[in-house]
């Protein structure tokens, strides 16, 4: 059974930085997309940063400039390192991988809180 498990989330005061890790365990084939979403308490789930198979990356508005999402192939880890981070950005960060038949696996999350 393959399931992506993140970690490195917690509390961070603004202006400060975290960098997440999504590791993969298992292994997944023909993923087309490795993706970071987060839901803020009250609001819907929105699309942070992306990374496709090519190696292109997108990011939100709200993050560009601040947010870097990198992976590491050898170690099916997505990464992605948080900087100058506001209190807007709490919420809770997920891991999404997207294949090429359209299916989503998704992780469990990881809570980031930044303190104003």
């Known amino acids: 059974q393959v399931q992506l498990v993140e970690s490195g989330g917690g509390l961070v005061q603004a202006g400060g930085s975290l960098r997440l890790s999504c590791a993969a365990a298992g292994t997944f084939f023909s993923i087309n997309a490795k993706n970071w979403y987060r839901q803020a308490p009250g609001k819907e789930r929105e699309l942070v940063a992306g990374?496709?198979?090519?190696?292109?990356?997108n990011y939100a508005d709200s993050v560009k400039g601040r947010f870097t999402i990198s992976r590491d192939n050898a170690k099916d880890t997505v990464y992605l390192q948080m900087n100058s981070l506001k209190s807007e950005d709490t919420a809770v960060y997920y891991c999404h991988y997207l294949d090429y038949y359209g299916r989503d696996y998704w992780g469990k999350g990881t809570l980031v809180t930044v303190s104003s």
């Open positions: 990374i496709t198979s090519g190696g292109s990356t």
